[in-house]
């Protein structure tokens, strides 16, 4: 399986974004993660369809698009239309996941399914063969740059071992408090998609990406 860096842009300096996102893309990584948040499923409200349009011209690395929204199956075809490439909604967010993955994958791109940090893993386990993705959030959604929470290393274990158990491959992405000092611990975990915004943004991004990718390519 694949480890993946997805830097997360919400930690970029919006001034020159466009910069920013072909550095990243220059230094090797591989996807673009774009946080889209509703101020409703989670208090902060960031950017949307416009913004994804305009940065999609810089680079042809994967969007990686998380929508922390209300009722995402609403915008789903939006969100395809401005160039995402996989969209990871929430579970606590949809009345009907299934509606939702199926609407993605409708629109011919990758589904992945995200919870937050309070939400039992076990409530994936209707889903786990019917996404490409599971996103196991490492700090509240939200916000950038909180703190890693440390159970979370036992939660991706969980996931892991329940997609073995059924012979899935399935990729688990990880999302808040990732730098390159901790990112190992996740990867040992079972985690290969690992999203950071102030762990590449902060500083020299392009030098921040060549450690994670070193660690990442080096196990």
Not at 63 to 77: C, K, L, Q
Not at 109 to 114: E, L, R, V
């Amino acid at each position: 399986m694949k480890n993946i860096l997805s830097p997360s842009i919400l930690s970029a300096d919006f001034n020159i974004l466009g910069q920013q996102i072909r550095e990243v893309d220059e230094a090797g990584a591989e996807y673009i993660h774009i946080d889209v948040m509703d101020g409703i499923f989670v208090p902060s409200i960031s950017y949307g369809m416009p913004v994804i349009k305009s940065i999609r011209k810089t680079t042809q690395k994967v969007f990686d698009v998380h929508i922390m929204i209300t009722d995402p199956i609403r915008y789903i075809e939006d969100f395809v239309a401005v160039g995402a490439d996989i969209i990871t909604f929430h579970l606590e967010a949809a009345e009907d996941p299934q509606a939702v993955i199926d609407k993605i994958h409708t629109c011919g791109i990758k589904a992945g399914i995200s919870i937050k940090p309070g939400t039992a893993v076990e409530e994936l386990v209707p889903y786990l063969d019917k996404v490409d993705m599971i996103l196991v959030m490492t700090v509240e959604p939200g916000f950038g740059g909180q703190s890693f929470i440390p159970e979370s290393i036992d939660r991706v274990k969980s996931v892991r071992k329940m997609l073995d158990d059924r012979g899935l491959s399935t990729d688990i992405e990880v999302d808040g408090g990732i730098y390159a000092e901790n990112v190992e611990n996740v990867l040992n975990a079972g985690a290969n998609v690992i999203v950071s915004g102030s762990g590449v943004f902060n500083g020299d991004a392009s030098a921040n990406v060549k450690k994670f990718i070193n660690i990442l390519q080096n196990r």
